[in-house]
């Protein structure tokens, strides 16, 4: 980004009082945009490092762990070795939706519960507020990263939230 850089779809470009870029960008949308644009690791590095975390858990004496923040592919890993007997401890596992969700993904996502030998998928983690650097409050920020935003930036949108609500009804 440099100094004319407008701001990118969901996130803001940081800048000091004369409007020098500090290299810091806010906006969750904007980074979920960002790890969406990265390659996801082939099916077999992710099971490697899903069974590689579990035999150290294990070693250090852990039977179990809550997985607060998956997606769906990183969930059927885990039944996946679960079902092949790959897997060394309980993983309780939690969906979470990520910023720019569609409402079609939503309805497609892993929302009933269920609960295997090793596994369970046993909730949904949201985050509505816009995390720690563009917390999305009532009250505007007394220095706002974002002037266009003084109150912060919410991580889902009203119409986002609702749908995920309505689905998992």
């Known amino acids: 980004f440099g100094v004319s850089s407008p701001n990118p779809s969901g996130g803001t470009i940081v800048r000091d009082g004369d409007g020098t870029v500090t290299g810091h960008v806010v906006g969750a949308n904007y980074v979920a945009e960002l790890a969406r644009s990265l390659p996801a690791p082939s099916e077999r590095a992710l099971r490697e490092a899903i069974r590689l975390a579990g035999e150290r858990y294990s070693a250090a004496g852990i039977t179990g762990v809550i997985e607060p923040g998956l997606q769906p592919e990183e969930i059927d890993a885990y039944a996946r070795l679960d079902a092949e007997r790959q897997l060394p401890l309980r993983v309780h596992m939690m969906w979470r939706p990520l910023p720019g969700i569609s409402l079609d ?39 706002p990263d ?24």
Do not use: M
């Open 146 to 169: 974002d002037p266009d935003y003084p109150c912060g930036k919410p991580l889902l949108a009203a119409e986002q939230l609702t749908g995920i609500c309505r689905a998992a009804a």
């Open 105 to 143: 993904e939503i309805r497609a996502g892993r929302l009933r519960p269920w609960r295997r030998e090793r596994t369970s998928l046993f909730g949904i983690k949201l985050g509505v507020d816009g995390g720690v650097e563009t917390g999305y409050h009532r009250d505007p920020y007394a220095h």
